[in-house]
């Protein structure tokens, strides 16, 4: 895994609220894989991280959401979190953010409640996803087709659902995003898979 991922930025977008070991556990192999990372939030210079009901560490914020720009980044991480994505689903700029990297052809990664903001930016028609289970009906009535499985993979979006997924999503993660091919804009050929665990 080392420098599989040299020379590429993966934005990390996320607001207070985020759960916070779905941060910091895939930044971690991201960077140890050679990708530069950055946070990107709607939040002035610190975010706050939660493990799940309490307040946990405050992080850096690198890049101002309303400084951000998808065409500077190779891949995005969507950690999750309930208040997190419920939060930013309401900034215009952080759906389009979103959406922009699937009309680019990047690939993302979203766990947990993370996938809502692919609900709200409306990339999921027809796309295989999992997710946090109180996520799953608003992604079929987004028309995706949602699967209780810890890794789910569909052309260059990789889904998973809870902390204890975070070894299968991060191995899933590092191979989409250093797999470098375009990744198409139209859902389908959807690959799921178990880790072998």
Known sequence: MMNDLK???VAILVADGFEQVEMTEPRKVL????AKTELVSPAKKEVQGW???DKAGKFHVDVELEAADSGDYDA???PGGVMNPDQLRTI??????????????KPVAA???GPWMLVEADVVHGRAVTSWPSVKTDLRNAGAKWVDMEV???HGLVTSRKPDDIPAFNRK??????DGAPVPQAAGGAHSERSSR
């Open 92 to 105: 215009p700029k952080a759906v389009e953010f979103v959406k922009s990297f699937f009309q680019q052809g």
């Open 111 to 113: 766990i947990c409640h």
């Open 51 to 53: 493990n799940h009901q």
């Open 31 to 34: 960077e140890e894989a050679g």
């Open 152 to 154: 789910v993979t569909d």
């Open 173 to 178: 993660m590092i191979e989409t995003f250093a």
């Open 76 to 78: 995005l991480l969507l």
């Open 7 to 9: 020379d590429k930025r």
